[in-house]
């Protein structure tokens, strides 16, 4: 028997719940009353004002209830833009506040009426009209708006140490190379939905948040309302990879149409809505030079990064953060510019910054290591740091060469031709491929509320949420094991705003941050019970708040790809036959849950490497492919049987008292630089443009087939 439930591969507790219909999401949430159903009218234009709304028809509408718009809207908080200097996501966030129209797809209008057939019908009643104006939509064109934002997630937006230019005039070996990274859609299962219902002065609002405090800070600042007049409960979210860490129109409008009209209102988003209204990942332009000595050493490191950002809400997206702490050279250079277009907000999507940044730095990596005649793994081992390069702090922990190492040889690494296009398959060229994982890895401070009856049944609360990743059991795990009791005799309770508050799921943090503070919480209801305090109902609050440890010492999680890929020669098609990850993320709380999280990133990676790509219309700032019948993502068919995740046995006393750093966005960082480098290993042509399509390759097909008649 193992010594604890800690780690141990254990089914979801909430399992059951969800396989039977009884996790109730915010869209299945049943109203005290039967409630009225709004749906959203968004705007035709990317940029401009709106001069006329013409709503008698859609009001005349059988079971119409309401149509609001800026016109008769109710007073909200004022909308605060900009960066990340503050709490981004607890900010107001005013709707239907003006005539002024920031992007196609903004809402404008909400219908609300008996059913929700009948206000999407009447919606589609709604005429409005506008003054466009001129926008910019295209992100190429758009840097010559690029500006240095004050923020980025992590440090700040420019480093440099040493001389780069010097370096990359003098070094023998060199590379130069610029990659495209495409918008991409969250795209959860669940849609985004909120169902509003007030009693008296005060509105409880079952939403889709990630973040349940901000979520909650968010409306009550909007609403204008004391923090006490507001409960958000969100006990379980279909998924949210970043996209429903904001709080948009659905909730604040359902919340203003349910005060308005006396009864409950559910908004739901459409799929083709939540590529508007939502957030999404912004795209990049990035340019990465690289350096090095004959013998492999690198001597400089330059990753320069052009991204998208609303011109309404400042985003920058990180890609070239993680650069900074990923291989040792003396001279180093990163930048990061905003290019503000008129376009929906982007915002974080699973592994923000590191998960586009590494697409370009990996596969430039694997570049360079070929100029060198070096194996891509072999050259990564040449410049592994022993402290961090930038920081010039020690590592918590660091098993990258392990993760390499272990890969390699699991993987059969070995058999590898170094020559691209030499292994067939009848009609299909085959290659292997390879790239390193980054993360960084966060906490941040969390509370827990921890309860105990006569019979020993545990019950924990925490406004934590459970996005998919198993959030439920792991707590359970953590408080059976402080407390000595059988899992089935620990009840969580999550989602909450009434609950002690934690930082919510996202950016990683989630696991670490509230386990922590679970943990204090139960260490502290254990000495109650040892003091003889029982046998009674006892109960005990803890918290947990990183220390000193994130500023002494440079802490990520860390992990290397594999692929095999084929690709058809005739066709230009890519199948991946088989991906490997090796994962060093400290202690693992659920060997299966975290196991999933790993899996599910990497298959990420190979949807980013060749299939995602929201295409923006730069006539009008519209995303075309607004459904997921356009915009495509890796399905059944597209994956073989044969991916795993590996996960090193570690602890980081320095990330939590449990040991343990984030999985969540590990496993998507670098996969698709391993499919890249694998295409490429296949066929020799190297597609930099991301998503790598079948027209691309086939077109570096047909220019090396040129190439080689001269």
Same mark, same amino acid.
């Given at each position: 028997?193992?010594?604890?439930?800690?780690?141990?591969?254990?089914?979801?507790?909430?399992?059951?719940?969800?396989?039977?219909?009884?996790?109730?999401?915010?869209?299945?949430?049943?109203?005290?009353?039967?409630?009225?159903?709004?749906?959203?009218?968004?705007?035709?234009?990317?940029?401009?004002?709106?001069?006329?709304?013409?709503?008698?028809?859609?009001?005349?509408?059988?079971?119409?209830?309401?149509?609001?718009?800026?016109?008769?809207?109710?007073?909200?908080?004022?909308?605060?833009?900009?960066?990340?200097?503050?709490?981004?996501?607890?900010?107001?966030?005013?709707?239907?506040?003006?005539?002024?129209?920031?992007?196609?797809?903004?809402?404008?209008?909400?219908?609300?009426?008996?059913?929700?057939?009948?206000?999407?019908?009447?919606?589609?009643?709604?005429?409005?009209?506008?003054?466009?104006?001129?926008?910019?939509?295209?992100?190429?064109?758009?840097?010559?708006?690029?500006?240095?934002?004050?923020?980025?997630?992590?440090?700040?937006?420019?480093?440099?140490?040493?001389?780069?230019?010097?370096?990359?005039?003098? @070094?023998?070996?060199?590379?130069?190379?610029?990659?495209?990274?495409?918008?991409?859609?969250?795209?959860?299962?669940?849609?985004?939905?909120?169902?509003?219902?007030?009693?008296?002065?005060?509105?409880?609002?079952?939403?889709?948040?990630?973040?349940?405090?901000?979520?909650?800070? @968010?409306?009550?600042?909007?609403?204008?309302?004391?923090?006490?007049?507001?409960?958000?409960?969100?006990?379980?979210?279909?998924?949210?990879?970043?996209?429903?860490?904001?709080?948009?129109?659905?909730?604040?409008?359902?919340?203003?149409?349910?005060?308005?009209?006396?009864?409950?209102?559910?908004?739901?988003?459409?799929?083709?809505?939540?590529?508007?209204?939502?957030?999404?990942?912004?795209?990049?332009?990035?340019?990465?030079?690289?350096?090095?000595?004959?013998?492999?050493?690198?001597?400089?490191?330059?990753?320069?990064?052009?991204?998208?950002?609303?011109?309404?809400?400042?985003?920058?997206?990180?890609?070239?953060?993680?650069?900074?702490?990923?291989?040792?050279?003396?001279?180093?250079?990163?930048?990061?510019?905003?290019?503000?277009?008129?376009?929906?907000?982007?915002?974080?999507?699973?592994?923000?910054?590191?998960?586009?940044?590494?697409?370009?730095?990996?596969?430039?990596?694997?570049?360079?290591?070929?100029?060198?005649?070096?194996?891509?793994?072999?050259?990564?081992?040449?410049?592994?740091?022993?402290?961090?390069?930038?920081?010039?702090?020690?590592?918590?922990?660091?098993?990258?060469?392990?993760?390499?190492?272990?890969?390699?040889?699991?993987?059969?690494?070995?058999?590898?031709?170094?020559?691209?296009?030499?292994?067939?398959?009848?009609?299909?060229?085959?290659?292997?491929?390879?790239?390193?994982?980054?993360?960084?890895?966060?906490?941040?401070?969390?509370?827990?509320?921890?309860?105990?009856?006569?019979?020993?049944?545990?019950?924990?609360?925490?406004?934590?949420?459970?996005?998919?990743?198993?959030?439920?059991?792991?707590?359970?795990?953590?408080?059976?094991?402080?407390?000595?009791?059988?899992?089935?005799?620990?009840?969580?309770?999550?989602?909450?705003?009434?609950?002690?508050?934690?930082?919510?799921?996202?950016?990683?943090?989630?696991?670490?941050?509230?386990?922590?503070?679970?943990?204090?919480?139960?260490?502290?209801?254990?000495?109650?019970?040892?003091?003889?305090?029982?046998?009674?109902?006892?109960?005990?609050?803890?918290?947990?708040?990183?220390?000193?440890?994130?500023?002494?010492?440079?802490?990520?999680?860390?992990?290397?790809?594999?692929?095999?890929?084929?690709?058809?020669?005739?066709?230009?098609?890519?199948?991946?036959?088989?991906?490997?990850?090796?994962?060093?993320?400290?202690?693992?709380?659920?060997?299966?849950?975290?196991?999933?999280?790993?899996?599910?990133?990497?298959?990420?990676?190979?949807?980013?490497?060749?299939?995602?790509?929201?295409?923006?219309?730069?006539?009008?700032?519209?995303?075309?492919?607004?459904?997921?019948?356009?915009?495509?993502?890796?399905?059944?068919?597209?994956?073989?049987?044969?991916?795993?995740?590996?996960?090193?046995?570690?602890?980081?006393?320095? @990330?939590?008292?449990?040991?343990?750093?984030?999985?969540?966005?590990?496993?998507?960082?670098?996969?698709?630089?391993?499919?890249?480098?694998?295409?490429?290993?296949?066929?020799?042509?190297?597609?930099?443009?991301?998503?790598?399509?079948?027209?691309?390759?086939?077109?570096?097909?047909?220019?090396?087939?040129?190439?080689?008649?001269?």
């Amino acid at each position: 028997m193992p010594d604890s439930i800690i780690g141990q591969p254990i089914d979801r507790i909430d399992g059951p719940a969800k396989v039977t219909g009884r996790a109730l999401y915010a869209a299945d949430v049943a109203a005290s009353a039967p409630p009225a159903y709004g749906v959203l009218v968004t705007s035709t234009v990317g940029r401009g004002e709106i001069s006329k709304v013409e709503a008698g028809d859609a009001e005349s509408a059988a079971g119409v209830l309401l149509v609001m718009s800026h016109e008769n809207a109710p007073p909200q908080a004022p909308f605060k833009s900009g960066g990340l200097g503050g709490p981004r996501h607890a900010r107001p966030k005013p709707q239907l506040d003006g005539t002024r129209v920031h992007y196609y797809g903004e809402p404008v209008a909400l219908v609300v009426a008996e059913t929700f057939e009948q206000a999407t019908a009447a919606a589609r009643l709604v005429r409005m009209s506008y003054r466009a104006e001129s926008g910019s939509y295209d992100l190429a064109d758009g840097r010559r708006l690029a500006y240095t934002p004050e923020h980025i997630v992590v440090g700040k937006p420019d480093s440099r140490i040493g001389d780069v230019d010097g370096a990359l005039a003098t @070094s023998p070996v060199t590379l130069d190379a610029t990659y495209t990274t495409p918008y991409q859609s969250h795209n959860p299962m669940e849609l985004v939905a909120s169902l509003a219902e007030w009693s008296g002065d005060k509105v409880t609002i079952h939403c889709a948040t990630q973040l349940v405090n901000s979520a909650h800070r @968010s409306i009550a600042a909007t609403l204008k309302l004391p923090l006490e007049k507001v409960e958000v409960v969100s006990e379980y979210v279909g998924g949210g990879f970043g996209g429903k860490l904001p709080i948009y129109g659905d909730a604040i409008l359902a919340a203003l149409a349910a005060k308005r009209l006396g009864r409950p209102v559910k908004i739901v988003l459409t799929r083709q809505q939540m590529f508007s209204v939502t957030t999404h990942r912004g795209a990049t332009i990035q340019r990465v030079r690289l350096a090095a000595a004959e013998d492999g050493k690198l001597s400089a490191v330059a990753h320069e990064v052009w991204a998208q950002s609303a011109r309404l809400d400042e985003f920058a997206e990180a890609a070239a953060a993680s650069t900074r702490a990923m291989y040792a050279a003396p001279n180093r250079l990163t930048t990061h510019r905003v290019v503000p277009l008129d376009l929906p907000v982007s915002d974080s999507m699973r592994a923000p910054g590191d998960a586009a940044g590494q697409l370009a730095l990996e596969q430039a990596m694997d570049e360079l290591a070929e100029k060198l005649g070096l194996d891509p793994i072999e050259f990564r081992l040449r410049n592994e740091p022993d402290q961090d390069p930038e920081k010039h702090v020690p590592f918590s922990t660091r098993s990258l060469v392990l993760c390499l190492k272990k890969g390699a040889e699991q993987f059969g690494w070995s058999r590898r031709d170094r020559l691209p296009g030499r292994t067939k398959d009848g009609d299909w060229l085959i290659g292997l491929g390879m790239a390193t994982a980054i993360r960084p890895n966060y906490r941040e401070p969390a509370h827990a509320r921890v309860r105990t009856d006569a019979r020993r049944h545990v019950t924990v609360e925490m406004d934590m949420t459970d996005i998919g990743t198993g959030s439920y059991t792991i707590l359970a795990q953590v408080a059976a094991d402080v407390l000595q009791v059988p899992i089935d005799a620990v009840s969580v309770h999550l989602g909450h705003s009434t609950y002690p508050q934690t930082p919510g799921s996202g950016g990683s943090f989630g696991a670490a941050s509230s386990t922590a503070a679970l943990r204090a919480a139960c260490l502290a209801l254990k000495e109650k019970l040892d003091a003889g305090q029982g046998p009674g109902n006892l109960q005990a609050e803890g918290q947990s708040v990183p220390g000193e440890e994130y500023e002494k010492f440079s802490q990520y999680s860390y992990g290397a790809h594999f692929a095999e890929v084929a690709v058809d020669i005739t066709t230009g098609e890519v199948r991946l036959r088989r991906m490997l990850g090796v994962f060093d993320a400290g202690r693992i709380l659920n060997a299966k849950t975290a196991r999933s999280q790993l899996i599910g990133g990497m298959l990420w990676g190979v949807g980013s490497a060749l299939h995602e790509n929201a295409v923006v219309d730069t006539r009008s700032g519209a995303f075309v492919n607004h459904d997921l019948a356009g915009y495509h993502v890796p399905v059944h068919a597209d994956v073989p049987a044969a991916v795993d995740a590996v996960m090193l046995s570690g602890f980081d006393d320095k @990330s939590s008292p449990l040991g343990c750093k984030g999985v969540g966005e590990l496993g998507i960082c670098g996969a698709g630089a391993a499919i890249a480098n694998a295409v490429y290993n296949a066929c020799g042509v190297r597609v930099r443009d991301y998503p790598i399509t079948p027209d691309k390759i086939l077109s570096g097909l047909l220019q090396e087939n040129v190439a080689r008649r001269r």
